[in-house]
């Protein structure tokens, strides 16, 4: 109930439980080895759910908006553990609309890439 509206709830939990096109999970069902999943947009690093949410620059502008410069400062896994599991409803409503718009925002940039 922290997060009233459909569309981000649904995205937060397709998050949370893995459950999305993010090359970590896209890369285990196309059979490429896990070290080998890079981020289409940076260089050499692996594209999952940390890096996705605190460290990728495509996103910078959504993560200034949404989500509180604290966690992605110095990113490290301990603020993605605790951003992932906060309990404050004004953080997760944030945190849900910044997977939506930054999941958009990457379908929308592959489909023009293709």
Known sequence: ???DINKFRKSLASFRISSHTLMIE??????????????SHCVNFIENEYHFLLVCPFY??????????KYFTH??????????????TVVIRNLAMFIHYAMDLRKE????NV
């Not at 285990?28 to 070290?35: A, D, K, T, V, Y």
């Not at 990113?75 to 404050?88: A, E, H, R």
Request: with cysteine; aromatic share 8%; charged share 25%.
């Open 60 to 69: 910078n502008d959504l993560r200034k908006r949404y989500i509180k410069p």
């Open 26 to 39: 896209k890369g285990r069902h196309s059979n490429i080895q896990p070290e080998l999943r890079y981020c």
């Open 1 to 3: 109930n922290y997060v």
């Open 75 to 88: 990113p490290d896994i301990n603020k993605f553990n605790i951003l992932m599991s906060c309990k404050n």
């Open 109 to 112: 940039h592959s489909s023009t």
